[in-house]
């Protein structure tokens, strides 16, 4: 079993739906969760970070860590054509180290139609 | 300027041939990364340093070394380069328990 699972998609919505990217993990000790987004041919870029459980929003993007079933999630709200891009979801543990070396799920590739 | 700046940013080179891929960051940021993307595979970690005497392996170094010349570059070494090591390069930099910052990354071709 993989330590981060992320379903690659393909996931293709029209503009103004409400989009959810998942991802699952094995690690109990991960503390530091986080979602990147990349544009094609592009670097990844952070677009959240959250410490432990918990809701974190941010504009039309909301994160959500439930450690209880070791699952986290993105939602983007209002979806635009400038957020197709692939979705990574990235892991770290605490106490310093190599701990802090982040564990990346595969990516979800999100189309959004006009 | 980028946070992370990588060179070159694309590279076309033949079976056999030595290859270095140059990464520097103005971040300030002790930790580096080298990874390497490929369709399907997702982001594969080839080398790490937390500081210019710490140097470590990730899980596909084989083939790569690496060289921390000072706290601001690191860099890629492909020494003899394999059409397999096709993909796309990324560097990226830490702080601490924070997110990384990545480069624009380097796509490479081995012909």
């Known amino acids: 079993q993989k330590e981060v699972e992320q379903d690659p998609g393909p996931l293709s919505v029209p503009e103004g739906a409400i989009v959810s990217l998942n991802c699952t993990y094995s690690n109990s000790a991960f503390q530091y969760f986080m979602w990147y987004r990349q544009y094609s041919r592009k670097g990844p870029e952070l677009l959240m970070y959250?410490?432990?459980?918990g809701n974190k929003e941010d504009g039309r993007f909301t994160a959500q860590v439930d450690k209880s079933s070791k699952y986290i999630s993105l939602f983007i709200r209002d979806s635009q054509p400038s957020d197709s891009a692939t979705y990574l979801c990235a892991m770290s543990m605490s106490g310093g180290g190599s701990n802090y070396k982040l564990t990346f799920g595969k990516g979800t590739l999100l189309t959004v139609n006009p | 300027d980028a946070d992370v700046t990588q060179t070159p940013r694309n590279r076309i080179t033949k079976t056999g041939k030595r290859i270095m891929l140059e990464c520097s960051q103005t971040k300030g940021h002790d930790r580096m990364y080298w990874y390497r993307q490929d369709p399907g595979l997702g982001l594969r970690l080839i080398y790490y340093s937390f500081d210019v005497k710490d140097i470590n392996k990730g899980e596909i170094s084989d083939g790569y070394s690496v060289s921390r010349q000072a706290q601001a570059k690191f860099s890629l070494s492909l020494e003899s380069a394999i059409p397999n090591q096709t993909a796309l390069y990324f560097c990226a930099a830490q702080d601490r328990s924070y997110g990384y910052t990545f480069g624009s990354g380097t796509r490479l071709t081995v012909v």
């Open positions: 959250t410490y432990s459980s």
